[in-house]
């Protein structure tokens, strides 16, 4: 099978295992686990100044990773892999938690269930957070795939893996999501870098023919 079509397909899959869990978690509080996963995170690792301020880098590190990496493919002239990045990240990034959190309505952790070290506003599903990292590492790990086996897309493939955990679970930490709001995050962020996956591999097939094409 074609890359593009099982990026396609994949991106259908991740898009209706979120709508299924966004039915579920419309308007409720914990969902089966949510609880309990929580406080073992919160347990395992006790809110600090050093956990705080990982919390606080992380967020700034996913709103400006995006812009940082467009000037980096810029300057390396490779046209493509920036629009890439540019419609994969920065729709998720301005756009989708005001256009999705409406439709799930689902309100925020209290501290009836958990610790809340940072208060967050609005909304909880899905979380921006994830569907930021979701959309940004997606696409890092694409692009080092697309690099080949080398030291540089190795590094690439474990800093991208250790932003996509790290950034998530400290907002679980600080009692500000929910777990399925992550999971939530990452699966509406996967389906859409997974379509413009499929976009970047159909556009390579028509531009430099099979033989270029990333096969499965």
């Known amino acids: ?58 967020r700034e590190s996913l709103r400006y990773l995006p812009f940082a990496a467009l000037a980096v493919l810029l300057g390396l002239r490779k046209w493509d892999w920036a629009v890439l990045v540019a419609v994969t990240c920065l729709p998720v990034m301005f756009w989708s938690e005001s256009l999705l959190k409406p439709l799930y309505a689902r309100p925020r952790p209290t501290a009836e269930f958990v610790t809340i070290y940072q208060a967050s506003k609005g909304l909880s599903f899905p979380s921006g957070t994830a569907m930021q990292s979701a959309a940004m590492v997606g696409t890092a790990l694409y692009l080092a795939r697309l ?47 997974a379509l413009w996956m499929a976009v970047h591999q159909w556009w390579l097939s028509r531009e430099s023919g099979p033989a270029h094409l990333e096969e499965n």
């Open 1 to 58: 099978m074609k890359s593009y079509r099982t990026f396609l397909i994949a991106s259908a899959v991740f898009l209706v295992a979120a709508i299924l869990l966004g039915l579920q978690a419309k308007g409720a509080g914990p969902l089966p686990g949510d609880v309990e996963l929580s406080q073992a995170v919160q347990s395992a690792l006790p809110f600090n100044g050093v956990t705080g301020g990982l919390s606080d880098v992380m």
């Open 147 to 193: 690099i080949g086996k080398s030291k540089l897309s190795t590094a690439i493939t474990v800093l991208s893996l250790l932003l996509l955990f790290f950034s998530n679970i400290v907002r679980v930490q600080v009692g500000a999501h929910w777990a399925t709001d992550i999971l939530g995050g990452w699966l509406f962020g996967s389906a859409w870098t």
